[in-house]
């Protein structure tokens, strides 16, 4: 079984860490997809996030499950930005068997 989570994130780089890590952090028999979708931000949101997929990516982060695919969307923002057009460009891109 697969999971989708999506985390939409904008101006967040003070609490992305914890919430990463705790879907990263899940242990079972069971795949993750997890993706971040950023719009634009004024602090370092979308470089935390893009640390963590490389980590994810490269096998640096200890992973409890079957896989965990982590993937950084960048939004351009501007009109029909905003975290429901973030969660919806999200779940637009999911593969999962649960969102």
């Not at 994810?56 to 501007?78: D, L, Q």
Request: charged residues 20%; proline residues 5%; hydrophobic residues 40%.
């Amino acid at each position: 079984m697969k999971f989708s989570i999506v985390t939409p994130a904008w101006n967040v780089a003070t609490w992305l860490p914890a919430t990463i890590e705790g879907v990263l952090s899940q242990a079972g028999d069971f795949e993750i997809e997890y993706l971040v979708v950023t719009d634009p931000s004024p602090d370092d949101t979308v470089a935390v996030a893009k640390a963590y997929a490389e980590k994810v990516r490269s096998g640096a982060y200890p992973i409890r499950c079957k896989n965990i695919v982590m993937t950084v969307i960048e939004r351009s923002g501007g009109a029909g930005s905003g975290m429901y057009a973030a969660l919806n460009d999200g779940f637009s891109r999911a593969s999962g068997d649960v969102y």
